[in-house]
């Protein structure tokens, strides 16, 4: 599941998944001549090598053709993610992606894993904020079937009792186990309800046990009708392929499936900046040892900074050596595990820096220090030097993943993905990399003063709830209960809310089991 727990793609703590949302540029031999290249120069690349064009039912069709690979990836991205969700229905977009596993018209139940699996291919799915996409690489002498496929399940999708009925225990089993049966599953989860006041990315794209039972077979029907339509979806095909019979096989399936005449609902809600710092508590069963999350609003994915803050997410948090991880975890041994998050999205985002306490101290003594000693790390990166050798290895090592990932046709196919949700542009893919090489040192540190240590903050700690208690936290976010639930306003004479404060302001599921 592509999402932050999972919920989100842009994420720069482990493995640098950050990398995940840059463009593949180059075939192997020049991207390894790329990443040879000195990061403080800027590395000519060949274009992407995209043609697109548009059915006259809406559909757009993006095709990647490398005739180096015997494979050929096709996925089909639909505009509709967990934000998207009917009110009261959290968790439905997750809810749906599994569905569209289920039987159609002319397929059985499954028949993706037949026609992917049993040829020695590979197929799965993810739910994010602002999509919902399908991904399978097979050998290129099937392609065609799975054009077939893709258009049959978009089109004649067929859903009953029994099969909504398992495909929602599953999903609330995915949930249980990835949310309230872990220790932290529940902190992650509420992040982006505190981070959001009124945008709907404040529901987590995992939902709630509570909206998923509420959901009924007639709200799955709607849902398809309303998004899973050709002018609500892109066709992105990269590999192994024959463009004009690539053409005529999407004319073929693709081209007869009708528009709807009914408009598709677009969310619109503008995410307003944060007015005052807050302070919550969430508490929850089972926490083995407490722990503190800071929350900033984030910008767009398509906003100039977006660059800076992966880079700067990084160098804070990106693997062993990083900042947070030297500092927090080794040094002065205060936290067993640090980082810091950028998440995203199309519309707005949020960033987090976390630490979890390594115990032997009441959590009110020990999450004041741990909330300390993330901003001084933040601190220390904004306003202090940053050496030379430390930018240029994390910088090399967000290029390096980003081209590697873009060797492959299932990793071309989703940058392309990527571009077309969060800008609107497939072309976009080729320049995100130009973006991330142009990125400096007085660049992340301007973003990290702008967007962190001059914004307000939402401090939340996460401690356990008194015995026989279930916590506050529920199974979902607090976004159900109005902004930031439980969330006060900071004192200014607070000693937490004072230590290491920032100047006055001046301004997010997943793969099939």
């Known amino acids: ?100 596993f289920k039987r159609t018209r002319h397929m059985p139940s499954e028949t993706f894993d037949r026609l992917t699996e049993d040829v020695g291919g590979q197929n799965n799915a993810f739910t994010a904020e602002d999509t919902t996409a399908y991904q399978s690489e097979v050998p290129s002498n099937h392609l065609e079937r799975l054009l077939w496929a893709e258009a049959e399940r ?142 900033w609003k984030g910008p767009a994915a398509r906003d100039e900074d977006a660059a800076a803050l992966d880079v700067a997410s990084a160098l804070l948090a990106g693997g062993e050596s990083s900042r947070m991880n030297q500092a927090l ?30 115990g032997g101290q009441p959590a009110e003594q020990q999450l004041p220090a741990l909330e300390k000693a993330l901003m001084r790390e933040i601190e220390s990166l904004a306003r202090g030097p940053i050496r030379d050798a430390e930018f240029d290895k994390v910088r090399t090592q967000l290029l390096t993943a980003a081209l590697m990932e873009r060797q492959t046709p299932n990793g071309r196919a989703a940058a392309a993905g990527w571009a077309v949700i969060q800008y609107g542009d497939a072309r976009q893919a080729e320049q995100q990399l130009q973006r991330l090489q142009a990125v400096r040192a007085a660049d992340v540190q301007r973003v990290l003063r702008r967007h962190v240590l001059e914004a307000h903050r939402v401090t939340l700690s996460y401690v356990q709830a008194p015995d026989g208690a279930a916590g506050t936290g529920g199974d979902a976010s607090p976004a159900a209960a109005g902004p930031a639930a439980g969330a006060q306003p900071a004192s200014a004479a607070s000693p937490a809310s004072g230590a290491a404060t920032p100047p006055p302001a001046t301004t997010p599921t997943g793969s099939r089991p």
């Open 1 to 100: 599941m592509k999402h932050l727990l999972p919920l989100t793609r842009r994420q720069t703590l482990a493995g640098l998944a950050a990398a995940t949302s840059l463009p593949w540029l180059a075939p192997p031999a020049q991207a390894a001549a790329a990443v040879a290249a000195p990061v403080r120069g800027s590395v000519s690349l060949p274009p992407l090598g995209l043609r697109q064009r548009t059915l006259a039912n809406g559909l757009q069709v993006i095709a990647l053709p490398d005739r180096s690979t015997a494979t050929v990836s096709v996925q089909v991205w639909y505009r509709v993610g967990g934000k998207d969700d009917p009110a009261g229905r959290s968790g439905f977009a997750h809810l749906f992606e599994h569905m569209m």
């Open 154 to 295: 978009m089109s004649n999708l067929e859903v009953d009792q029994p099969s909504f009925d398992s495909e929602r225990a599953v999903v609330q089993e995915e949930l249980r186990q990835r949310v309230l049966a872990s220790p932290y599953g529940r902190l992650f989860n509420a992040l982006p309800g505190y981070a959001f006041e009124r945008h709907p990315y404040r529901r987590p794209v995992v939902g709630s046990i509570d909206d998923l039972n509420a959901a009924t077979l007639d709200d799955v029907r709607a849902f398809h009708s309303t998004y899973y339509r050709p002018d609500n979806a892109v066709l992105i095909v990269a590999g192994d392929l024959d463009e004009a019979r690539f053409d005529a096989a999407v004319d073929r399936y693709f081209g007869r499936i009708a528009r709807p005449a009914m408009p598709i609902p677009r969310v619109t809600v503008q995410e307003p900046p944060r007015q005052a710092d807050l302070r919550a508590t969430l508490q929850a069963p089972r926490v083995p040892l407490p722990a503190v999350a800071l929350i």
């Open 329 to 358: 975890v080794y040094r002065d041994r205060v936290a067993q595990a640090a980082g810091f998050q950028t998440h995203l999205n199309a519309d707005a985002g949020m960033l987090v820096a976390y630490a979890i306490a390594v």
